[in-house]
């Protein structure tokens, strides 16, 4: 296991120079966890052409046990030997971790969906592995541009081969609604009915929501539902005229400006509004957050904004999920475990972040001169923003998450944003998520001390040849020695 390039980076490594796993046509593979199994099943038979039956006992082959395993919730061991491939966990994701080490040991063209030649071996040794933050995410904004169910399937079967376990979806802001809301069927039909540009828009029934929250737990990815508010709420406004203050409702909004809409706080038909929605959308979630938003209200006074939080944020706890919100929230009073998602830069953390930590809440790290993906990597980049710098590869790898902000908060983890305002087609989302967030993915999952550049960049460039063979779109950046 010396020529190792997994990403994240595993914990600790040893190999076993000299012994070779070679799989061969009339393996098994013996899961203790059938969905787990059958996953493994799927990606290998395609490139291998082999049978591989989920079959019980010790034969040749792999081995993916829920006994003798490791104590934390998704660490696992991996050991190969000539015989066998043997995978321990305690839990289902960490079985599921397990098989993506075990499939990036792989040669890359077990990523292809023909029959390839072998042989397929895995490196000798042992691994041991665990992260170092339980919340390891990606966010898409799907509002100011639509992307449908397969897109999403297809970024979360992405975010998952990285072992990244949350998928934040952005699902309403000025330029649309993209959820059915049965107590509101407007805002899906009226206020889903638009995007950045004039497009058609579009929204999800709560049927394909539901089907996408099951496709992704089967990957052990949690969905983290986003309703932004009281700002970003043009597409609602313009479904239900008594939303607003003068009870007219604005036109759709097609631009790409922030901070001019504001749902009416002084109004009691918001809070009806606020709590049908919150209600809802807390039932289509089995995870346990719901993220408010609460960002750049800018067209609502600070006063109207604590009132509103003191009001909405309560709601959330009453339909038993945990408060996320973006970091301007710090200074509305907090529910219990309520998340603050600093997405200020590295430099000089403001007061709403300061305001956050000393009131207790817990951090979501999103610094947007380092994680954001809609940046450029360098002025050349054909879409994206630039208002908080060039994000090159290196730039979003190398910084680490403990100490970047003062006040010893306690930091849940990582999160890389993807805001669609110049992002349309599913190419676009792979460019600028591809190389970057396998570095996020790193920075989240692996200690600090086992990461540095040179090696994250070795090992990058090993997985060129697998985003090729899946159809990944990926920026090749100069900064890293593409295989
Ligand atoms: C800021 S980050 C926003 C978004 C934009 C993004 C573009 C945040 C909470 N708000 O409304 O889409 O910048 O980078």
Same mark, same amino acid.
């Given at each position: 296991?010396?020529?190792?390039?997994?990403?994240?980076? @595993?914990?600790?490594?040893?190999?076993?120079?000299?012994?070779?796993?070679?799989?061969?046509?009339?393996?098994?593979? !013996?899961?203790?966890?059938?969905?787990?199994?059958?996953?493994?099943?799927?990606?290998?038979?395609?490139?291998?052409?082999?049978?591989?039956?989920?079959?019980?006992?010790?034969?040749?082959?792999?081995?993916?046990?829920?006994?003798?395993?490791?104590?934390?919730?998704?660490?696992?061991?991996?050991?190969?030997?000539?015989?066998? /491939?043997?995978?321990?966990?305690?839990?289902?994701?960490?079985?599921?971790?397990?098989?993506?080490?075990?499939?990036?040991?792989?040669?890359? %063209?077990?990523?292809?969906?023909?029959?390839?030649?072998?042989?397929?071996?895995?490196?000798?040794?042992?691994?041991?592995?665990? @992260?170092?933050?339980?919340?390891?995410?990606?966010?898409?904004?799907?509002?100011?541009?639509?992307?449908? /169910?397969?897109?999403?399937?297809?970024?979360?079967?992405?975010?998952?081969?990285?072992?990244?376990?949350?998928?934040?979806?952005?699902?309403?802001?000025?330029?649309?609604?993209?959820? $059915?809301?049965? $107590?509101?069927?407007?805002?899906?039909?009226?206020?889903?009915?638009?995007?950045?540009?004039?497009?058609?828009?579009?929204?999800?029934?709560?049927?394909?929501?539901?089907?996408?929250?099951?496709?992704?737990?089967?990957?052990?990815?949690?969905?983290?539902?986003?309703?932004?508010?009281?700002?970003?709420?043009?597409?609602?406004?313009?479904?239900?005229?008594?939303?607003?203050? #003068?009870?007219?409702?604005?036109?759709?909004? %097609?631009?790409?400006?922030?901070?001019?809409?504001?749902?009416?706080?002084?109004?009691?038909? %918001?809070?009806?509004?606020?709590?049908?929605?919150?209600?809802?959308?807390?039932?289509?979630?089995?995870?346990?957050?719901?993220?408010?938003?609460?960002?750049?209200?800018?067209?609502?006074?600070?006063?109207?904004?604590?009132?509103?939080?003191?009001?909405?944020?309560?709601?959330?706890?009453? $339909?038993?999920?945990?408060?996320?919100?973006?970091?301007?929230?710090?200074?509305?009073?907090?529910?219990?475990?309520?998340?603050?998602?600093?997405?200020?830069?590295?430099?000089?953390?403001?007061?709403?972040?300061?305001?956050?930590? $000393?009131?207790?809440?817990?951090?979501?790290?999103?610094?947007?001169?380092?994680?954001?993906?809609?940046?450029?990597?360098?002025?050349?980049?054909?879409?994206?923003? #630039?208002?908080?710098?060039?994000?090159?590869?290196?730039?979003?790898?190398?910084?680490?998450?403990?100490?970047?902000?003062?006040?010893?908060?306690?930091?849940?983890?990582?999160?890389?944003?993807?805001?669609?305002?110049?992002?349309?087609?599913?190419?676009?989302?792979?460019?600028?998520?591809?190389?970057?967030?396998?570095?996020?993915?790193?920075?989240?999952?692996?200690?600090?001390?086992?990461?540095?550049?040179?090696?994250?960049?070795? !090992?990058?460039?090993?997985?060129?040849?697998?985003?090729?063979?899946?159809?990944?779109?990926?920026?090749?950046?100069?900064?890293?020695?593409?295989?």
């Amino acid at each position: 296991m010396n020529e190792l390039s997994v990403i994240p980076v @595993p914990a600790e490594v040893y190999p076993e120079p000299g012994v070779v796993f070679k799989l061969r046509p009339d393996a098994v593979i !013996r899961s203790d966890s059938p969905s787990v199994g059958a996953y493994l099943a799927d990606r290998l038979r395609p490139p291998t052409g082999y049978a591989l039956p989920l079959a019980q006992g010790p034969g040749h082959g792999i081995e993916l046990l829920l006994a003798d395993a490791p104590a934390g919730e998704e660490e696992y061991t991996l050991e190969a030997t000539a015989e066998r /491939v043997t995978v321990r966990a305690r839990t289902d994701a960490g079985l599921f971790y397990g098989v993506q080490t075990l499939l990036q040991l792989l040669p890359s %063209t077990v990523e292809a969906s023909t029959v390839q030649d072998g042989p397929w071996t895995v490196p000798g040794g042992r691994i041991a592995d665990r @992260p170092r933050y339980a919340y390891r995410a990606a966010m898409l904004d799907v509002s100011r541009h639509f992307f449908g /169910v397969e897109v999403l399937e297809r970024f979360v079967d992405r975010l998952s081969r990285y072992k990244i376990n949350v998928l934040h979806l952005h699902l309403s802001d000025d330029q649309g609604w993209r959820i $059915a809301v049965n $107590a509101w069927p407007r805002l899906a039909t009226v206020g889903g009915a638009s995007q950045v540009g004039g497009g058609p828009g579009g929204h999800y029934s709560q049927e394909q929501y539901a089907g996408l929250v099951a496709y992704a737990a089967a990957r052990h990815v949690t969905l983290v539902p986003e309703i932004d508010m009281p700002g970003h709420v043009n597409a609602a406004l313009s479904a239900y005229p008594e939303l607003n203050a #003068d009870g007219a409702a604005p036109p759709p909004y %097609t631009g790409v400006d922030v901070g001019f809409s504001t749902l009416s706080v002084g109004k009691e038909v %918001t809070y009806r509004f606020a709590r049908d929605v919150l209600e809802e959308i807390a039932a289509l979630t089995p995870g346990p957050y719901l993220h408010i938003g609460g960002d750049e209200a800018q067209s609502t006074t600070p006063e109207d904004y604590v009132e509103f939080m003191a009001r909405v944020q309560p709601m959330v706890t009453a $339909a038993g999920k945990t408060v996320i919100g973006w970091h301007q929230i710090g200074p509305a009073a907090r529910e219990p475990g309520r998340i603050a998602q600093y997405w200020g830069s590295t430099d000089e953390p403001d007061a709403d972040i300061r305001a956050a930590i $000393a009131q207790g809440d817990r951090v979501l790290l999103s610094p947007a001169n380092r994680v954001y993906l809609d940046m450029k990597y360098t002025p050349d980049t054909p879409i994206g923003l #630039d208002w908080a710098g060039h994000v090159t590869v290196r730039t979003a790898y190398e910084w680490n998450p403990a100490t970047l902000l003062p006040g010893d908060p306690d930091v849940i983890g990582v999160e890389a944003p993807l805001w669609t305002e110049t992002v349309s087609t599913p190419d676009d989302i792979d460019l600028l998520t591809f190389p970057r967030l396998p570095a996020v993915a790193e920075l989240a999952w692996s200690p600090q001390p086992s990461r540095d550049w040179p090696g994250f960049r070795a !090992r990058l460039a090993v997985h060129g040849p697998r985003w090729t063979l899946l159809g990944i779109a990926f920026f090749e950046s100069p900064e890293i020695p593409w295989q």
